[in-house]
């Protein structure tokens, strides 16, 4: 059982506009979430984290949302480059008792000029 | 620092083989997890480590699994014996969390699978 999903497989921007990256949760356990980037041949590297203290956390170019009522967060990226073109993996953790994450299947984003 | 370092990059053995992958966390880390990468079911945890002491292996598909961290500079993750199933490919991740903290994981560039 997923839970943690990302419905979007993959998804197609125009350099410059915006891109955005959906994941949805089942556990309100959850209460730490983070964005990771993944290029070919590589391992995912972190980019961004958000607690559930909050609801939006901003790191440049990077943005993610977190909406938990609905169990639902998103990142956004602003303006979107090529070199944002990667896999994206959401992954949730609850803070008390584990360091365990939870990831999900990946987006794969694709930044065309 | 050399980041998580991984070997092999690329291992390809027929079924029925042992397979044998390895990790070497960074140096200070005491978290140390193992993962593996499949189209349908992303990225999965296998197992992770604290303090070299296994903490969840729930992730652990099979018997046919076993990891080992006989101490905090290297782990291994071993199977035995082999399945076209299992092929994937498999990252170690380390972190600098204590039990009851996740903090953020450092992958390694990974292990391709692939069993004939």
């Known amino acids: 059982d997923q839970q943690v999903k990302q419905n979007s497989p993959s998804l197609s921007v125009q350099e410059g506009r915006i891109s955005i990256l959906n994941c949805d949760y089942t556990n309100s356990m959850f209460d730490y979430f983070l964005w990771y980037k993944k290029y070919p041949a590589e391992g995912p590297t972190f ?6 203290i909050k609801d939006k956390n901003e790191d440049g ?5 977190l909406n938990k009522s609905a169990k639902h ?4 990226i ?12 959401c992954a949730a953790n609850r803070r ?5 994450l939870i990831f999900g299947t990946g987006t794969r984003l694709q930044v065309f000029p | 620092d050399a980041g998580v370092i991984q070997s092999p990059r690329h291992e390809v053995t027929e079924m ?9 966390p ?6 140390l997890f193992w993962y593996r ?22 992730g652990m598909p099979e018997d046919r699994f076993s990891a080992k961290m006989p101490n905090a500079s290297f782990s291994t993750l071993k199977i035995q014996p082999s399945e076209p199933r299992d092929s994937a490919v498999y990252f170690c991740a380390s972190s600098i969390g204590t039990s009851g903290r996740a903090y953020e994981q450092y992958f390694g560039p990974g292990t391709r699978l692939t069993v004939t």
């Not at chain 1, 008390?96 to 365990?100: A, F, Q």
């Not at chain 2, 960074?26 to 978290?31: A, E, L, P």
């Not at chain 2, 990468?37 to 729930?58: A, C, H, K």
């Open chain 2, 37 to 58: 990468q499949t189209m349908m079911r992303g990225l999965e945890l296998l197992i992770y480590f604290n303090n070299n002491v296994p903490i969840d292996d729930s």
């Open chain 1, 61 to 65: 170019r990077f943005t993610v949302f």
């Open chain 1, 96 to 100: 008390r008792g584990t360091d365990k």
């Open chain 1, 73 to 76: 967060l998103s990142l956004h």
């Open chain 2, 26 to 31: 960074i140096s200070g880390h005491n978290s």
């Open chain 1, 47 to 52: 980019l961004i984290s958000i607690s559930s």
């Open chain 2, 16 to 24: 029925g083989q042992e397979v044998t992958l390895r990790c070497k």
């Open chain 1, 78 to 89: 602003v303006p979107s480059q090529p070199g944002d073109s990667a896999v994206y993996f």
